[in-house]
């Protein structure tokens, strides 16, 4: 069981390029996210989704873009790079619970590292 | 919309020992859920506890556990016979029932000396 994947795990990025953090998970997982972390603080969340076809935004979107097309699969897009996208971005999956109950584990990649420089 | 507080950055504690790691959150939402992540050097993201609001009886997991203050939103992680393998990144989490937003605190490092 392969959980969460993301690629690549390392990437430079010069300023002003383009470039999609891919994110996949086999778990049939109905909510997908998307955060950054920089160095010595916490996770801050860029997008979200709950379900294939919705996405709505987190704290930090800015600079970023998702799609969800399928339930295994949500991209996170950078549109011209600036160095303060420097950081290691994770990606994480939960199931629904059931009815109401939201106390589910979420499911985290390894992160990838981008360097804009 | 939730927030999450951390506010001991950094904590150290000897082998053996316990240590209390504070988290406070905001939420308006009745219905929400609360989770301690550990982060090793690795960056993997580990889940080490879940307390879920409407029950009032603390979650015990082993030699962790919560003391959670509903009425003070307050949600602190007791770690108890501190082990080598305790040291990494805690981060405190919270999951409204209604947004599905999961929200993370900054986090506290956590030094366990011998």
């Known amino acids: 069981n392969a959980g969460v994947t993301q690629t690549p795990k390392f990437r430079i990025l010069k300023i002003g390029q383009s470039m999609t953090l891919q994110c996949t998970q086999d778990m049939n997982h109905n909510y997908m996210y998307w955060y950054r972390q920089d160095p010595g603080m916490g996770l801050k969340l860029i997008y979200y989704?709950?379900?294939?076809?919705?996405?709505d935004k987190g704290e930090v979107p800015n600079g970023y873009n998702v799609s969800r097309s399928t339930t295994e699969d949500f991209p996170l897009r950078l549109e011209l790079a600036a160095p303060s996208q420097t950081s290691v971005y994770f990606c994480?999956?939960?199931?629904?619970?059931?009815?109401?109950?939201?106390?589910?584990?979420?499911?985290f990649g390894q992160g990838t590292r981008l360097t804009v420089v | 919309a939730q927030t999450v507080t951390q506010s001991q950055p950094e904590m150290s504690v000897q082998e053996a020992e316990t240590v209390t790691l504070s988290c406070t959150y905001d939420?308006?939402?009745?219905?929400?859920?609360l989770f301690w992540y550990k982060q090793p050097p690795s960056r993997q993201m580990i889940l080490v506890i879940r307390q879920e609001a409407y029950k009032q009886q603390n979650a015990t997991e082993n030699r962790f556990s919560v003391n959670f203050q509903k009425a003070a939103k307050s949600f602190s992680l007791k770690i108890s016979d501190s082990q080598l393998g305790d040291a990494a990144m805690y981060f405190c989490?919270?999951?409204?029932?209604?947004?599905?937003?999961?929200?993370f605190g900054t986090g506290t490092r956590l030094q366990v000396t011998l």
């Open positions: 939420t308006s939402e009745s219905d929400y859920y």
């Open positions: 989704s709950v379900g294939a076809g919705i996405t």
């Open positions: 989490a919270c999951i409204t029932g209604t947004a599905s937003k999961l929200t």
């Open positions: 994480a999956s939960r199931p629904p619970g059931t009815g109401t109950n939201m106390n589910t584990e979420a499911f």
